[in-house]
């Protein structure tokens, strides 16, 4: 097997590295019963049987699947999860392997961390999103109301395995949407990995697998920045907020998904938080509207530009106004002054909102 790389922390171990999931088996040894896997349609298929050639643990009786998306992300496919091992006789001893994105890592935690007052559970995310972001950190929930993450807390994977083969399963769209959060962590911790992500070919990276160390160095430097800003800040009382960065606006427009945005995906929704989050920025906290600039057309090379139609303006703040980080009724969210300095728990005036939504669109 090929070396792998361990992060550890009080909180969890990441292992990543090509092959990774081959250290299964090794996590497993003091099991008193096979381990639960947690799947949706697609990497029931498309991942499923790399982890089985992987572990000697997993077995069919256990597999645990259920409909791929977010809008699956409810209180009912976690009685699924629950009601499969209520069947196989489950104890508080059971674990559960969550084999997915960021929507199977979510779920899976929050059944996993109910179930019996919690068992333990691991997270082998399959996508670059959850890879990068969502795997990592303890945040779990469910959607409820038609709002992201509603219902949840934090509770942390015992193991996190992060194995690049998965990468090949996704089509292009979804490893330019995973990227967003590549550059969310360099634009609000390290400057330095900013500029190496604004120096390097989008199209060469995605030569994947030809290129998986290169891959590899950018998923472990974001993970880094992840795991650093969580271990100190494990439930989100400063630090950790600076993570919010692009999301108070991409959730809205996450949760509001329609066929005019032409945005499908998580990352995509964050891309589009994120440049409006820096024209907020730009009348705020005084960000550089020539790096507000720079930014948005570098993000627009990676993932493509989104618009959203001037009639859901409205919608998308009466969203905001349920966001789960407002104070005092207040929209809050976290700006930047600079590349790599974040600044949270800030608000503005409705119509600077507004106007990033029209800057957004200005950009096609």
């Known amino acids: ?40 349609d697609q990497t029931k298929v498309h991942c499923l049987p790399y ?57 899976g935690g929050f059944a996993a961390s109910t179930f019996k007052r919690g068992i333990r559970f691991f997270n082998i995310p399959t996508s670059l999103t959850g890879q990068v972001d969502a795997s990592i ?34 089509p292009e769209r979804e490893i330019r949407s995973g990227f967003t959060e590549i550059i969310k962590h360099a634009l609000i911790a390290n400057d330095k990995l900013w500029k190496k992500i604004l120096h390097s070919s989008m199209q060469e990276l995605l030569n994947f697998p030809s290129d998986k160390n290169a891959w590899i160095q ?7 920045i992840k795991n650093n800003i969580v271990s100190s800040d494990p439930y989100e009382k400063n630090l950790r ?32 938080g994120m440049i409006c989050e820096m024209y907020i ?28 139609s001037r009639s859901s303006f409205n919608d998308l703040v009466s969203l905001m106004e349920h966001d789960k980080k407002n104070i005092s009724g207040k929209i809050m969210f ?12 800030k608000s503005c005036e409705k119509q600077i909102i507004f106007e990033s939504f029209e800057y957004l669109n200005s950009l096609a």
């Open 137 to 170: 950190g303890g945040k779990i929930g469910v959607n409820y109301g038609g709002i992201k993450n509603q219902i949840g807390l934090i509770s942390f994977p015992q193991l996190i395995i992060i194995d690049p083969v998965f990468l090949e399963t996704l």
């Open 241 to 272: 907020k600076c993570l919010n960065f692009g999301h108070t606006v991409g959730h809205a427009i996450e949760a509001h998904l329609h066929t005019e945005h032409d945005i499908h995906t998580h990352g995509e929704a964050i891309a589009a």
């Open 218 to 224: 950018l998923i472990t430097e974001s993970v880094r």
């Open 51 to 107: 982890l089985m050639n992987c572990s000697k643990k997993i077995i069919w009786d256990n597999i645990i699947q259920i409909p791929e998306g977010e809008k699956y992300k409810n209180l009912q496919q976690c009685e699924t999860i629950w009601n499969k091992m209520f069947q196989n006789k489950a104890d508080r001893n059971a674990l559960l392997i969550n084999l997915g994105g960021g929507m199977i890592s979510d779920l």
């Open 281 to 308: 920025s730009s009348k705020v906290t005084g960000f550089s509207f020539s790096d507000v600039e720079t930014v948005s057309n570098h993000i627009i090379r990676c993932t493509g530009h989104h618009l959203i």
């Open 334 to 345: 976290t700006l930047l002054s600079e590349i790599g300095k974040p600044v949270i728990n």
């Open 1 to 40: 097997m090929k070396p792998v790389t361990t992060i550890k922390s009080g909180l969890h171990n990441i292992i990543i590295g090509n092959e990774a999931c081959k250290v299964l088996d090794d996590h497993l040894s003091q099991e008193t019963m096979n381990p639960f896997i947690l799947v949706d």
